[in-house]
């Protein structure tokens, strides 16, 4: 598989990618590339990426911890906890941990110009995707635990399962092994988040997140409830759009769904979600029928068109997501 990926990358313009494959308990990752055009230093097993968006389920997983454990109680509005989010909102005032973790928040993605920080429809009712909504449990997180996002996804997540090059914040020993992002042929001011943030600012190995996605096929750390609650439909996703803040409500996606931190292809048996910051792409899916799972990561704008291919060489099927996030692929297959 190696030179396949190494043609997808050549037509893609990647120039660093690296992915950690587990199918019925046997590992592979596969490492190719440089981890950046300016040092041509080469991508190995322990080069770190920007795991952007994959930040999130790592966070719904401690959350989910804290809920079997009785401190959070996923139906309790976050305001009760912290102060409001938005005030004079009063719907926002009854954002839950469980809505966040779904994406039925209400609010964008992003605060901006076309959609300022507000409600847009009562939490609950339908699916928006909002990285506003996991920096608001962040913070209710932090309040309820008196612990900082990274002590806190340390002690639940990453050192019971292993996680020793993975931080929700820069640390000095990144500098030597870290992928650089790239736009076309221009590297990008490197990555070095000083504060954690819940919805993209980890940093991490493809074996490091291969080991959360092995937790994430079992439910290994979660209470019996909790495992199930993890992989169950909350509600149907937009057509062909993650955000949807119109007030008439969208078209629905067939064939994908969300639970609490995972996208989810239902019939398909799939979890899945994919990664997006400036200049990095990263994807991960799961089949826990199969005990099998992916994790990929480039350091380019292009690096998700490497996704339908590979998923389809090493966990074929039908998925509906790909084409829900409007994967085009690149000449060439996996």
Do not use: C
């Not at 429809?121 to 909504?133: A, D, I, K, L, Q």
Request: glycine letters at 6%; aromatic letters at 8%; a negative charge.
């Amino acid at each position: 598989m190696q030179d396949e990926i190494a043609a997808l990358m050549r037509a893609a313009g990647v120039p660093g990618f690296a992915m950690f494959i587990l199918r019925e308990r046997r590992e592979e990752i596969i490492a190719s590339g440089v981890t950046s055009r300016a040092s041509a230093d080469p991508v190995t097993s322990e080069t770190v990426f920007q795991a952007a968006s994959l930040s999130k389920p790592v966070v719904a997983h401690a959350a989910l911890q804290l809920a079997g454990s009785g401190v959070l109680d996923l139906d309790r509005p976050l305001a009760q906890i912290i102060a409001p989010l938005i005030p004079d909102d009063p719907r926002a005032a009854l954002i839950t941990a469980r809505h966040v973790l779904s994406h039925r928040t209400g609010l964008p993605n992003w605060r901006r110009e076309e959609y300022p920080l507000r409600s847009y429809f009562p939490p609950g009712s339908r699916f928006s995707y909002s990285g506003e909504g996991f920096v608001y449990l962040q913070h209710a997180l932090e309040r309820i635990t008196q612990e900082p996002l990274d002590a806190l996804i340390r002690r639940l997540v990453f050192d019971p399962l292993g996680m020793r090059q993975s931080s929700f914040v820069w640390r000095p020993d990144f500098a030597s092994r870290v992928a650089d992002a790239h736009d076309a042929e221009t590297v990008l001011d490197r990555f070095m988040p000083r504060k954690a943030n819940a919805a993209y600012s980890l940093l991490t190995t493809a074996p490091d997140y291969g080991r959360f996605l092995a937790a994430s096929l079992d439910g290994s750390l979660l209470t019996e409830a909790m495992a199930r609650q993890w992989m169950m439909p909350e509600s149907h996703v937009p057509l062909r759009r993650t955000e949807a803040l119109e007030s008439e409500e969208p078209e629905l996606e067939d064939g994908v769904a969300w639970g609490l931190g995972w996208g989810l292809e239902p019939q398909a048996g799939s979890f899945f979600h994919w990664g997006a910051n400036s200049g990095s792409r990263a994807f991960a899916m799961g089949m826990p029928a199969r005990r099998s799972a992916l994790v990929m990561f480039a350091n380019e704008e292009n690096g998700l068109r490497l996704v339908p291919p590979i998923i389809q060489s090493v966990l074929p099927a039908r998925h509906p997501s790909l084409s829900w996030l409007e994967l085009t692929s690149v000449a060439g297959s996996a």
